[in-house]
């Protein structure tokens, strides 16, 4: 059986979900997805300058009536603390959140392990819904059910995601 | 020579009641931004910051492309706009031509009692230049107020208006129940926004 190639099924997800916008601060994994998001057209492409700010352009189109996915590393998950208690949870706003999860045993880098010990501990802290990505399994079903975790709780969701499901 | 005293966040709100546009739909920053603005002119279309200081002008962003068909304002504090000011370079990128911000300049922290800024007396506008919004100003004075706004709404934005204020640090007791979910969802069925089926009805947005 032909190996599905993850980051193209996870960008046809989204579109067949009708996602309006991705909104995205990069990383390294990040870098030819966001590419083939703008070429492609079928979502609006915004390159935000941080991940708080990122999180605060989502939940605008949100509330202007875009269905919304963010793409950020997970040490943006640690820098947009405020903005997710105080105006994505706060507000109910039902964001789904893609994380290049940066730092772990599978990717052992020595500036990104500090982020990866402290990125599930911080987001449990702040009651972040999420889950980590399953390798063994197809993506798409899972972004799925990540999208309609975060619609149906009406509340943020993200998932946090290995090299093979984002890195084109 | 003793210079006239600036205008009050009121005295600009008032304007802005008088011009808003019937459609506009307005994004206002955490305290008297939001509480003041309540009282002055409640409507659906207003989204309140109950706090998030420095994400009203983002979000006003993804909301304008989102509706960018309606005219939309966003008020906010210099204090917010040092926050985040990240976001001015993507206003400038993303370049909705929906949008107007109406930067109050009170050179405090006026929502949490007054203290001052970093720096109070920058030049606002050429900072929004640099980032890349070249429809801006510094509105000098109230009267200078309503023809600037005139001026701005019959151009392409981003429009991006420093309003030079006194600091007003007493808290205004807004006109409603600030409740965020329900300024939310008031907000959004105003704009016929779709709206999530769960899935076992279906599942997917549409619209109402």
């Not at chain 1, 798409?140 to 709780?153: C, D, H, M, V």
């Not at chain 2, 109406?102 to 606002?124: E, F, K, R, W």
Request: net charge neutral.
């Amino acid at each position: 059986m032909e190996k599905q190639h993850r980051p193209s099924e996870l960008l046809a997800t989204l579109k067949r979900l009708r996602f309006g916008m991705a909104v995205a601060v990069p990383d390294s994994w990040l870098g030819e997805i966001l590419v083939r998001i703008n070429d492609d057209g079928a979502m609006q492409l915004v390159r935000a300058t941080h991940e708080e700010e990122a999180l605060a352009i989502a939940c605008g189109a949100r509330l202007g009536g875009l269905r919304t996915a963010m793409f950020v590393q997970n040490a943006g998950l640690l820098s947009m603390g405020a903005g997710m208690v105080c105006l994505a949870q706060r507000y109910q706003f039902p964001l789904l959140i893609l994380v290049s999860y940066r730092g772990t045993p599978d990717d052992p880098i020595f500036y990104h392990i500090p982020k990866g010990r402290a990125t599930e501990p911080v987001i449990t802290g702040l009651g972040l819904a999420h889950c980590r990505s399953d390798r063994t399994r197809p993506i798409g079903p899972q972004i799925e059910a990540a999208a309609s975790f975060a619609e149906e709780s009406s509340t943020p969701f993200a998932v946090l995601l290995s090299r093979e499901d984002v890195q084109w | 020579m003793v210079s006239p005293p600036s205008p009050t966040r009121q005295d600009y709100y008032a304007v802005l009641a008088d011009l808003l546009p019937e459609r506009a739909l307005v994004v206002t920053a955490l305290g008297n931004a939001s509480y003041l603005w309540s009282v002055v002119r409640d409507r659906p279309e207003n989204f309140y910051f109950e706090d998030a200081m420095g994400l009203a002008l983002p979000l006003a962003v993804g909301l304008a492309l989102a509706q960018h068909s309606r005219p939309v304002f966003v008020v906010e504090g210099d204090g917010g706009l040092f926050m985040h000011m990240g976001a001015l370079v993507t206003l400038g990128a993303a370049a909705p031509r929906n949008l107007t911000v109406l930067l109050i300049q009170n050179g405090v922290h006026a929502a949490s009692g007054g203290q001052p800024l970093t720096n109070a007396s920058l030049d606002l506008a050429q900072l929004a230049r640099a980032a890349g919004i070249p429809n801006t100003k510094n509105v000098t004075g109230l009267d200078d107020f309503a023809p600037a706004l005139r001026s701005a709404l019959g151009t392409n934005g981003p429009r991006f208006l420093v309003l030079r204020t006194e600091p007003d640090v007493n808290v205004v007791r807004p006109s409603i129940a600030f409740d965020p979910v329900m300024t939310k969802h008031r907000f959004t069925t105003a704009i016929g926004a779709p709206v999530y089926t769960p899935t076992l009805f279906g599942g997917g947005l549409t619209h109402q």
